[in-house]
């Protein structure tokens, strides 16, 4: 990452603002908000996923959008043909463009002042942000963000899916390119003015779901550590039922009643099954 620079670390601070500082007079219909969103090379910056585009709006949840921000960035390995099938971006179209660091560094100064980012399914954006910073040792800051996907399970019921795609359908929103950045951010931005404006006090909702980059990062990483603890229980309950199933195929020459015990014992570990993963959800 060498003659790459550094990222601002002192994100839309605001003028005379500190890390204290209560903002509840800063929570307004008129305040900005920035929709995020990026193309990648993969879904993993651990095993090497790169930011090939960064798309953005801001607005306000009373006055809609206010300006937009695009731009491509070139990363350090070719782009996949399953990629580009996916999003349209091919390696001719990042040829000459910068790698995602600068643009990163180009969409802080664009952005300003503002009260939070919004992403639909948040972590996925702030997986790539953490490992911008982090490839240039440097502190993450703790980005106030709002997850549009989290908003709309909570407050949506009867859509297809959680998916951007079927939400703005749901609603009506115009999202002329899906799976390109500018136009996922537009569509966030208008999903966000619906759900938040839905809310008999927007001001506060605003408040209110708005979580650190901490908080939601750890707020993931729970989710999928239930959902591993889940799949646990599922393969250690499907060994169990396997080697019971197997008992009884091979107890055709043991009494009835040796078979009705060991059937009433599955009946018995599906029943434990299902009241722990109730509990784990």
């Not at 702030?126 to 980005?143: A, C, N, S, T």
């Not at 759900?195 to 990483?221: C, D, F, H, W």
């Amino acid at each position: 990452m060498s003659g790459k620079g550094k990222i601002q670390t002192e994100v839309f601070r605001r003028e005379g603002g500190n890390g204290d500082r209560d903002d509840s007079q800063q929570v307004g219909a008129g305040m900005k908000l920035i929709a995020l969103d990026f193309e990648t090379t993969g879904l993993d910056p651990q095993e090497g996923a790169e930011i090939i585009e960064i798309g953005a709006s801001s607005f306000t949840l009373d006055g809609g959008l206010i300006e937009t921000f695009s731009a491509l960035c070139k990363p350090s390995k070719q782009i996949s043909k399953r990629i580009t099938k996916i999003n349209g971006i091919t390696n001719q179209d990042v040829e000459s463009e910068p790698a995602a660091v600068v643009r990163w560094n180009e969409f802080l100064e664009w952005a300003g002042e503002c009260q939070a980012l919004v992403a639909h399914n948040a972590p996925f954006e702030l997986k790539f942000i953490r490992r911008l910073y982090e490839d240039l040792g440097q502190e993450v800051p703790d980005l106030p963000m709002i997850d549009t996907l989290k908003l709309a399970r909570r407050r949506i019921e009867g859509v297809k899916s959680y998916k951007l795609v079927d939400l703005v359908e749901h609603f009506d929103i115009e999202l002329v390119n899906a799976h390109r950045a500018p136009d996922d951010a537009k569509a966030t931005a208008e999903l966000a003015r619906v759900i938040l404006n839905g809310y008999s006090n927007p001001k506060a909702a605003v408040k209110s779901n708005t979580k650190t980059a901490t908080e939601m990062i750890r707020l993931a990483e729970d989710a999928a550590e239930r959902k591993r603890m889940r799949q646990r229980r599922m393969d250690e309950f499907s060994e169990e039922v396997t080697i019971y199933v197997g008992e009884l195929q091979e107890s055709k020459g043991s009494s009835l009643l040796n078979a009705l015990a060991r059937f009433i014992t599955t009946i018995v570990l599906i029943f434990l099954l299902f009241a722990a993963l109730s509990f784990l959800l």
